[in-house]
T-cell receptor, first 117, second 116 residues
Framework: AQSVAQPEDQVNVAEGNPLTVKCTYS??????LFWYVQYPNRGLQFLLKYITGDNLVKGSYGFEAEFNKSQTSFHLKKPSALVSDSALYFC???????????????FGGGTRLMVKP | DAMVIQNPRYQVTQFGKPVTLSCSQT?????MYWYQQKSSQAPKLLFH???????NEADTPDNFQSRRPNTSFCFLDIRSPGLGDAAMYLC???????????????FGPGTRLTVL
């Protein structure tokens, strides 16, 4: 069975500093990995994904994530945090194996990012 | 530009009174999902439609049903809402092909359900 771990419930960072939100995963075969962001009372907004190719994936709003196969990690990063980045972030994984039953995502528990001015 | 639309955004119902939440999409995706999300927890998949094929998660209560009359619309019916069903309900869509090509799930803004 696949699983995702986000070890930090909350990450605090000062505006302008780099941020990292951690994610590790477990899945059979090659993973497809995703990051979503959720603002209060809103749905999940897709940020970026890793399917194959370059380990460093660039996404929306200046975010990027690095796929590390040996460490089974997919940490989300941004060089300079903004107050408006404060939100709930979810990492998700699905296997790359063909599955005609659908696109079953497994989510991590979420990490709340607080960026202080 | 809205791609996955959920109505209403906020729904209040009474204990035991049936309620229907709706989701529509302009992406022409063949898979639609319903998730339940409580208190900033991870979304929990309730069920999904792969085209017209309904797939229920094993631990989804019978109280929750779904309908997909066409590609664009999908409904979540809660037959007898309990206090524990108060949550954010998220609809998502994706495009799946039998070739195995996978695509991203795109979420709607959610409907927050309150049960009085």
């Amino acid at each position: 069975a696949q699983s995702v771990a986000q070890p930090e419930d909350q990450v605090n960072v000062a505006e302008g500093n780099p941020l990292t939100v951690k994610c590790t995963y477990s899945v059979s075969g090659n993973p497809y990995l995703f990051w979503y962001v959720q603002y209060p009372n809103r749905g999940l907004q897709f940020l970026l994904k890793y399917i194959t190719g370059d380990n460093l994936v660039k996404g929306s709003y200046g975010f990027e994530a690095e796929f590390n196969k040996s460490q089974t990690s997919f940490h989300l990063k941004k060089p300079s945090a903004l107050v408006s980045d404060s939100a709930l972030y979810f990492c998700a994984v699905r296997p790359s194996l063909n599955n005609n039953a659908g696109n079953m995502l497994t989510f991590g528990g979420g990490t709340r990012l607080m960026v202080k001015p | 530009d809205a791609m996955v639309i959920q109505n209403p955004r906020y729904q209040v119902t009474q204990f035991g009174k049936p309620v229907t939440l709706s989701c529509s999409q302009t992406l022409n995706h063949n898979v639609m999902y319903w998730y339940q999300q409580k208190s900033s927890q991870a979304p929990k998949l309730l069920f999904h439609y792969y085209d017209k094929d309904f797939n229920n998660e094993a631990d989804t209560p019978d109280n929750f049903q779904s309908r997909r009359p066409n590609t664009s619309f999908c409904f979540l019916d809660i037959r007898s809402p309990g206090l524990g069903d108060a949550a954010m309900y998220l609809c998502a869509t994706s495009r799946e092909m039998t070739s195995g090509r996978k695509d991203t799930q795109y979420f709607g803004p959610g409907t927050r359900l309150t049960v009085l």
